[in-house]
């Protein structure tokens, strides 16, 4: 088992910048890539990034406008995933969830991952 804990969310103004943690424990953290999700009231859970084991190669959504805003990163040494949010917009305004895949392919879909966080929410305000 891998428990998942997402903090750093909260209510911010259009612009600001937010970095969220998704903290480990349990099994080795370093044997799961790890992505982030987020989901805004009414809409469906969607991909926004993923990070293999090493932490080398990160993957972003295409469909969303996050690249150049958005950097995800990972220290296995602290059991930690980060997601650096600048130039927030108020569309991102959702729950953000992180979670833990054995596989390490398909990551850009939320049934490739074994372990879920159960989210931090983040406001941003026009």
């Known amino acids: 088992q891998v428990q998942l804990v997402e903090s750093g969310g909260g209510l911010v103004q259009a612009g600001a910048s937010l970095r969220l943690s998704c903290t480990a424990s349990?099994?080795?953290?370093?044997?799961?890539?790890v992505g982030w999700f987020r989901q805004a009231p009414g809409k469906e859970r969607e991909f926004v990034a993923t990070i293999n084991r090493s932490g080398v190669t990160p993957y972003y959504a295409d469909s969303l406008d996050i690249k150049g805003r958005f950097t995800i990163s990972r220290d296995n040494a602290r059991n930690t995933v980060y997601l650096q949010m600048n130039s927030l917009k108020p569309e991102d305004t959702a729950v953000y969830y992180c979670?833990?895949?054995?596989?390490?392919?398909?990551?850009?879909?939320?049934?490739?991952?074994?372990?879920w966080g159960r989210g931090t929410q983040v406001t941003v305000s026009s």
């Open positions: 979670a833990a895949a054995a596989s390490s392919i398909g990551l850009r879909l939320a049934r490739t991952y074994d372990y």
């Open positions: 349990g099994r080795t953290s370093s044997n799961y890539a």
